[in-house]
């Protein structure tokens, strides 16, 4: 092993021991990164989730077309080729006012209205399925409401837009929160480093003159940061798991009332570690931060 | 071995530690350097590491000049020479053998040699079966020996001692010259600060008499 390689395992060492040594500061330090972390982790598995039930609910957006009562017979089948020539259309299906009137006697509320009627009201109908997303079906709109014959375009999407945009509102205020935390998780690593160095006083003077260089006398400081970054957000992960946990208990029993199997999902691996290593980089820059401004300081006179 | 030429030493206030010294001291002799407090003493011995630098003069150190040295080549030059300090510096939080041990760490020895090296300096000044205690258990002399152990354990070709003795008895202090007479004897280049005129009869060294920052002759 060379000689480089072989300090930077003693320091990972020292500084494992260092944390161990200590195990209640230690656990405070790692306990207040982990809430820092816990906090956006958990709003971002929420957004995550609600992300996969909407792309779940758009699968199959829908649009009907209500077309004008003067209708005939040919003009409906010219649409009905037209609107499955236009792009992003998967599926046409045409529910003639006959079909409507008799799908409305069958429910039960409608059925006294239907037969003081004297006469249809109701209009032709298309409803176009789109591939896409709503936003997509939206682009569509004014194309449909061009098509000859067509009285009135119906968006049945414009729901899941709504809860699109509050999704996407989600996501802003988790990063806004995300980025303060970050702040905040910098400035605690900052303040631990700057105690440690206090501590180490006598060391770091002492090292520095018996020929220590300041790299060698930086590095379990670096060293310091980073774990109390990676343990901070196991620490997270872990809060956030149990969370989890704890909600999908509540929301088996709602989605069994609704007949669905939905519950939260937690993080894949490559989630888990881009989370450590950006705690990781926060603790070292922290730590960075902290080093630069106080080591300075200790100068042997 | 080491150079003094016309070195003046001011601090800040105006205070004037050291005024034109010249001298130079041969590699492998024994020097005390003897004055009354403030004479310039410890002024002198950090001169020799750069822990502090002349304010005019050259101080040269195995031919480097220690007064113009860049700060990144500071480390490199104290690593030849072993420091024992007025104030001792002992680390409390660990025990005599990683004491010695600490000089080891940042010199790139695997740990079985930084051992074995700690270990034979510790056993040259008589510590060795203390190796686990706490050098707060230690009496004032062998906590000075624990001192010379970690000053010596990197080999270095200079010693440079500033008072070894000033809070021993008479007996202790006398065993800590011996040490640094015996190192001395391998080759050690030896510097000591001290005003214990009964130990410069015991050495016969040769003197550097320091008055108000100059040689006295």
Redesign the interface.
Known sequence: ?N??L??HW?TCMLTLARLAGSPFATLLNVTVIGVALALPLGGYMLLQNMGSVTRQATGNPQVSLFLAPEAGKSDIAALETRLKQLPGVRAVRFISREQALAGLKRSENMAEVVAALQSNPLPDAFVVEAGGSAAELERLEPELKALPKVAHVQLDSAWLKRLETLVALGRTAVLILTVLLAFGLVAVTFNTIRLQILTQK??I??????????A?IRRPFYYLGLMQGILGALAALGMVYVCMLILNMSILELAQLYGSDFRLGFFGFADCLTLVTFAATLGWIGAYLSVSRHLADIE?? | MISFSQVRKSYRGGHEALAELSFSIEAGELVFITGRSGAGKSTLLKLIPAIERPTSGTVLVNGQNTGSMRRPAIPYLRRNLGLIFQDQKLLYDRSVFDNVMLPLAFTGYAHKEAARRARAALDKVGLLPREKANPITLSGGEQQRLCIARAVVNRPSILLADEPTASLDSDSAAEVMEMFRSFNQVGVTVLIATHDEALIELLNPRVLALAHGRLET
């Open positions: 092993m000689a480089w072989r300090q003693q006598d060391e003077i002492l090292s520095k003159l018996i020929g220590a260089t300041d060698f042997p006179r």
